[in-house]
């Protein structure tokens, strides 16, 4: 009969190790990971094939890294999660900023 295993060795065995990831966002992009209502950050950190599973946690407004008008973005999960989180944030970030530039040059008259 194997020997009983004490229960806290057990559990700090079983845990998984975490990683945190701390990312400055423009506050005029925060949109773009937040969503209306808050469904792009939930899709954001939902477990699945295109989603992280990490926790995204946003600065509040008006809350600035000191100097700028950039917002904390931390991101907390397993190191695979936080990676992917970061990844899938650093997209969204990067399709909205060029989204942002093609509307203003549509709108100076440049887009054709």
């Known amino acids: 009969m194997p020997a009983p295993t004490h229960p806290?060795?057990?559990a700090v065995a079983?845990?998984?190790a975490v990683t945190t990831i701390t990312v400055s966002i423009p506050d005029n992009m925060v949109g773009a990971i937040l969503g209306r209502g808050?469904?792009?950050i939930n899709e954001l950190q939902a477990s699945g094939r295109r989603t992280s599973g990490a926790r995204i946690n946003v600065?509040?407004?008006g809350d600035f890294i000191p100097g700028t008008s950039n917002r904390t973005v931390t991101i907390t999960g397993?190191?695979?999660a936080a990676q992917a989180a970061q990844f899938l944030i650093t997209h969204r970030i990067q399709a909205a900023a060029s989204e942002a530039m093609?509307?203003?040059?549509?709108q100076q008259g440049g887009g054709r």
């Not at 093609?102 to 549509?106: D, G, W």
């Open 59 to 61: 600065s509040q407004r």
């Open 14 to 16: 079983g845990a998984a």
């Open 78 to 80: 397993s190191p695979a």
């Open 38 to 40: 808050g469904a792009t």
């Open 8 to 10: 806290v060795a057990a």
């Open 102 to 106: 093609q509307r203003q040059q549509q």
